[in-house]
């Protein structure tokens, strides 16, 4: 059943207060929930509707009304609703349920992960723990009392203040948590476990004590100093950049092994996937220390913009997760290098997410429709949800986005609201139209924008022509045009920013909002180049027709660092497809020179800072090949592509070699930007040195056994997985071994040891199901899951492509186990193959007799059915 938006209605009651309690056990769990309910008198009733309330997989024991058990033949029960009579406007009802989260696979609602219980509850998960109206409009206090056995778990948590401890006199304890604020019930958690705990605190700027608290398996927590840190940096900047304050004097995260997501914000109990908190230097790369601090930022900031302010519905997702995301990455570029980041962010857009709005799954940021709500987790909601706040930061500026959150937070503090309410408050905050820009909410699919200029010598006058358009993409033919900020700088012949207006600015912001539009520059003193969508102001496709000479010498004079390394990745596609060409039409491959005169004035002649050095020198993914592409023929591309590395690899021997060592400084790890910066150097250098020559392989092998930090160790390792000499396989095997002896008790590791395997140049289907059998594998666990199955299906380009659609097939194998297991995982698994049609024929038909071949299994979970059913029509 499809839930459109447009059918949204208020609920018919309220429920004010809820009050639940857990028998926690071995066998099974009891809960008893009271509920406060209430009629919502702003609806029209001609007389008291039934109270229906969702709830799925659990067994119902008993309800009553006011204390007044019901009999069962006075409400009626299906598998997914409890349907009580009502007779008064406020009443009380008792629900006791039992489940079993021991047997709950789905990781949603209660379950178990190793010995511990622990809860998710976005978006639908709390039905599977009682019946309740689980919708986040219906917002209540909550109080949760806790009933269990001491000894195995001493540790029982839930959202808010603990008000209650005692002892029972039959062994067991009991503790009851109360949480002040009022909250839909998507962010209720329960916690309890035999945990160890790491306390800090924090001071908030109004004075106020917070207690900080991290919950961890005892082995881990010597890796819980990072995620604290970062914690209480995100506290401060909320503090400075958005005048907001946390509002308990207690704030918990809890690490857990077992987790659908990166984590989850419930209220003063964030739950974290372990991979996502947990760090230490002997055992987290730098990506891991960024990817915690970013996590962790994103889940406190959550405390405003998602619980304190919540949605109206799932609709509105992106109302607190665009936002989010927003906050999140304007807080990452403050703690390291802004440009850096920022290019991060638009080539994971450009690569992961415009593939999806271009796909058969294409959906606004604000959906209209669903079928199952945790299939619209998307790269859509949340990171082009991202954008479209980010471009309302642009229009109305740093200090008129400040007013607009001041109001939002202000004017709906405890409501809960649409992504309309948001862009009311900065529209009226700032005085401005936001009427068309409203468009990037409900248009799915990515504009491109074609741009042609002219240059009037006579007149000195430069004018832009400006035409976008939007593919058809599903249920959406045709397209209005959209609001685009659209940052364009002029550069002069000596690679110099020309002004632009009677200030001198060097950069403006057109607002592009017609179909074709011309701009005007006067007093253009000479023919100049565009430098256009500076810092990527925009979500869309740049088509300028520019020559690679042009795009050479944007690489190293466009003063936007966006820019600047987005001119190489311009270049280096352009290059790249020409040779997927030449070895599609069985000629010999030959690179143009010019890309290795760019990478040689990179390694020598550049003033650029290491981490922007770092980014230049990367060659685009061939993901990112593959979207420029009419049609991916996922071989050929990995073809050109390496044959491109191998080259540089080869001609600027020499280059690599000194900058290698400039970099190679073994100091004594720490996570700092610089520091991470200078090792991502040197191991993008040795990865080019692998590829040159068996020097190269013995200077891996070598920072292979000496490395004083992860980073380094598992670069090594990573590019001697991926290197083709007899030696290199060799150093590879025994590296693997070693690695694994050091360090199978350690979740995170054999996640790592399991997906440099899997993505690995010479990891063969065959290895991979050798390697579902090993103990590493768990295909309950999500982390391990993504680490082999989702590593193989979205990087092993060579293997999962293969011919005969072996690849495809095993996918589809993977996806039917996990439908029945973990319908979440099973739908994202399948995202590779429900882009068949961007594929050549042959491939695109055999992952389209994989997508049938699930359409017709029996059981399909909902979340397999949308996406394989979308895919193919
Ligand atoms: N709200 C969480 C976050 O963005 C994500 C939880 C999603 N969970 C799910 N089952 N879809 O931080
Ligand atoms: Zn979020």
Redesign the pocket.
Known sequence: RTIYLKDYQEPDYWIDQTDLTFRLGEDYTDVTAVLQVRLNKNKQHEHLPNLVLDGTDMQLLSVSIDNQPLDSSLYSLTTENLSLPVNAEQFTATINTRIKPQENTS??GLYRSNDMFCT?C??E?FRKITYYLDRPDVMAKFSTTIIADPKKYPVMLSNGNLIADENLDDGLRKVKWEDPFKKPC?LFALVAGDLACVDDEFITHSGRKVALKLFTEATNVDKCEHALLSLKRAMKWDEEVYGREYDLDIFMIVAVDHF??????NKGLNIFNSSCVLAKPETATDGTYQRIEA?VA??YF?NWS?NRVTCRDWFQLSL??GF??FRDAEFSADMNSRPVKRIEDANFLRTMQFPEDAGPTSHPVRPASYIE??N??TLTV?EKGAEVVRMIHNIVGKEGFRKGSDLYFSRHDGQAVTTEDFVKAMEEANDVDLALFRRWYTQSGTPVVHVSDNYDAANKRYTLTVKQNCPPTPGQAEKVPFHIPFAVGLIDALGNDMPLDEQGNTTLVLDVKEAEQTFTFNNISEQPLPSLARDFSAPVKVEYPYTRDQLMFLMSHDNDGFNRWDAGQKLAVDIIKELVEQQRAGMTLALDERLVTAYKSLLTGSSLDKAMLTKMLALPSEDYVAEECDVIYPLSIHVARDFVRRTLAVKLHKQFKTCFDANNTQKAYQPTAEDIAERSLKNICLSYLTLADEQGIELSWQQYQQANNMTDRFSALSILENAVSVKARDYAEQALASFYQQWQRDAQMIEQWLSVQAGGEYTDLEKIQQLMQHNAFDMKNPNKVRALIGVFANRNKVHFHRDDGAGYAFLADQVLVLNRLNP?MASRLLTPITRWRRYDEMRGALMKEQLQRIMKEKDLSKDVYEIVSKSLK
């Open positions: 990781l949603e998710q976005e978006a998960g998507y659908n997501m990166g984590a989850m914000e996590i994103h889940e959550h998602g607190k997760e989010t995301v709500i945790s619209f987790y949340y979440q």
